[in-house]
């Protein structure tokens, strides 16, 4: 039997798969294809794009061709910034439900914030109305700051399930978790082992955990997440990595081995800055 995911619990009532794949910079076509595949049989149940990643179409065929019952499987998309504000919400969903020939999808997240538009407010208003219309499962944000979560709740009663940030050990963002955590939202690793940009994978402290476990320093990474009660996404389009970023359920960080990962943190954003990221 395959294994899969433990699941969380949503602050809407359903469940996410704690470990997924996420797509970005994976070619539409064959690349993409191959690699959701590949995840979806080694157990990945959760799978994350975007209309910006332009891969859909791939992933929708992958899903299509995995033979596992579209029930079984978890799908993240997100709305691009340009999309955000009334009248264009709805259009861009319909558009990424086309390409991936789904009727609905498990999560839409607005995929930045983009303050100096004004319109995230907005937005999250119209994503509400579609999860009512049944075209979203659950809803959530991706980037957003404790002071834009604070907006939301202002503005509107429903607070988002999840919330997608760049998150690793270098870059653990604690007032956000935190707040995070108060009010009953997920959080959700992007960038899980620092991305290409960063070189979390070759800290010797994380190098010599992997060692005593008999482990990669990425699996050392990714158990971190998990057991921190994060969602987690490595990107890879690698066989031989999908399957053995999935591959770490069979082990455990002690409290020390957590402690020393958790003393990791340098503030270090490797990735764009959700304040001042307004990129159309």
């Excluded at 969903?93 to 319109?119: C, F, K, M, N, Q």
């Excluded at 399930?161 to 959080?187: D, K, M, S, T």
């Excluded at 990595?241 to 990962?261: C, G, K, P, Q, Y």
């Amino acid at each position: 039997m395959t294994e899969t995911s433990p699941l969380v619990k949503l602050n809407d009532g359903n469940f996410m798969p704690q470990l997924g794949l996420g797509v970005w910079k994976a070619s539409d076509g064959q690349e993409v294809e191959n690699a959701v595949k590949i995840a979806i049989q080694t157990g990945y149940r959760l799978i994350d794009t975007a209309m910006v990643y332009q891969n859909e179409r791939g992933v929708g065929k992958a899903i299509h061709e995995s033979g596992v019952d579209r029930k079984e499987l978890f799908i993240t998309t997100k709305l691009w910034n340009s999309d955000q504000g009334k009248g264009k919400v709805r259009p861009a969903l319909e558009a990424s439900l086309e390409r991936l020939g789904l009727d609905y999808v498990d999560l839409y997240l607005i995929h930045w914030p983009t303050p100096a538009r004004g319109l995230y407010v907005e937005t999250w208003q119209e994503i509400i109305k579609l999860q009512q219309d049944g075209l979203i499962k659950s809803i959530g944000v991706s980037n957003f700051q404790i002071e834009h979560l604070e907006e939301l709740k202002k503005q509107t009663s429903v607070v988002p399930a999840v919330n997608q940030v760049e998150l690793h050990p270098y870059f653990q963002q604690p007032e956000l978790r935190e707040y995070c955590n108060q009010h009953g939202i997920q959080v959700e690793s992007w960038s899980p082992i620092g991305g290409s940009k960063g070189d979390v994978l070759e800290n010797d402290e994380i190098i010599n955990i992997a060692h005593s476990h008999a482990k990669s320093p990425a699996q050392i990474v990714i158990r971190w997440h998990l057991q921190n009660g994060l969602v987690v996404i490595p990107k890879s389009t690698n066989e031989g990595r999908i399957r053995e970023n999935f591959d770490v359920f069979d082990f455990e960080l002690s409290a020390d081995e957590m402690s020393t990962i958790n003393s990791l943190q340098k503030g270090t954003r490797f990735g764009a800055d959700p304040d001042t990221m307004n990129n159309s």
